[in-house]
T-cell receptor, first 113, second 110 residues
Framework: NAGVMQNPRHLVRRRGQEARLRCSPM?????VYWYRQLPEEGLKFMVY????????ESGMPKERFSAEFPKEGPSILRIQQVVRGDSAAYFC???????????FGSGTQLSVL | GQNIDQPTEMTATEGAIVQINCTYQ??????LFWYQQHAGEAPTFLSY????GLEEKGRFSSFLSRSKGYSYLLLKELQMKDSASYLC???????????FGGGTRVLVKP
């Protein structure tokens, strides 16, 4: 059973470009969470999604950031017009309904030049 | 909201015991988690406490006191591979998301 898959592992973008980060949850998991982590810091919650629904986006910046989890395919975290401050590791986690445990992917390291 | 505090860094000797404390103030509580994260890798689940008391799992144990808003993670018989960050996280009352503390970096020395 494959774990949570994130790609790309590393993403380099220039200021003003768009970044698209993909996350495929574990098989059977319908809940997806996105977290951001700056160096030497903890994980900051961004958004919680279920299939075709955003449940909690209280951690998402109001502009430039969006997330989706379509009926088919991976969850996408999209950052438009990236700035240097967006450079961070972005982790996706998934869980099974009714389970307390979150399983994390290996993350996408975004670097904005 | 949630406020979770844990020490930034701890150092211990191989074979010894280390206790990582975590205190939290939350508007709702539905469980406390500990995760281990090696540099550049995904956090991995260590333990989950929702009731008061001690949960033991091999060399790792986790304790929770809900009335005090306090938990600790106890690592026994430390090994070099235990050098990592340990993240304390609280789940909100709705059971939707985990809020993480800043993490405690543990360095195990020979």
């Amino acid at each position: 059973n494959a774990g949570v898959m994130q790609n790309p592992r590393h993403l380099v973008r220039r200021r003003g470009q768009e970044a698209r980060l993909r996350c495929s949850p574990m098989k059977g998991h319908s809940h997806v969470y996105w977290y951001r982590q700056l160096p030497e810091e903890g994980l900051k919650f961004m958004v919680y999604l279920q299939k075709e629904n955003i449940i909690d986006e209280s951690g998402m910046p109001k502009e430039r950031f969006s997330a989706e989890f379509p009926k088919e395919g991976p969850s996408i975290l999209r950052i438009q017009q990236v700035v240097r401050g967006d450079s961070a590791a972005y982790f996706c986690a998934s869980s099974h309904p009714g389970s307390e445990k979150l399983f994390f992917g290996s993350g996408t390291q975004l670097s904005v030049l | 909201g949630q406020n979770i505090d844990q020490p930034t860094e701890m150092t211990a000797t191989e074979g010894a015991i280390v206790q990582i404390n975590c205190t939290y103030q939350t508007s709702g509580f539905n469980g406390l988690f500990w995760y281990q994260q090696h540099a550049g890798e995904a956090p991995t689940f260590l333990s989950y406490n929702v009731l008061d008391g001690l949960e033991e799992k091999g060399r790792f144990s986790s304790f929770l006191s809900r009335s005090k808003g306090y938990s600790y993670l106890l690592l026994k018989e430390l090994q070099m591979k235990d050098s990592a960050s340990y993240l304390c996280a609280v789940r909100d009352a709705a059971g939707n998301k985990l809020t993480f503390g800043g993490g405690t970096r543990v360095l195990v020395k020979p």
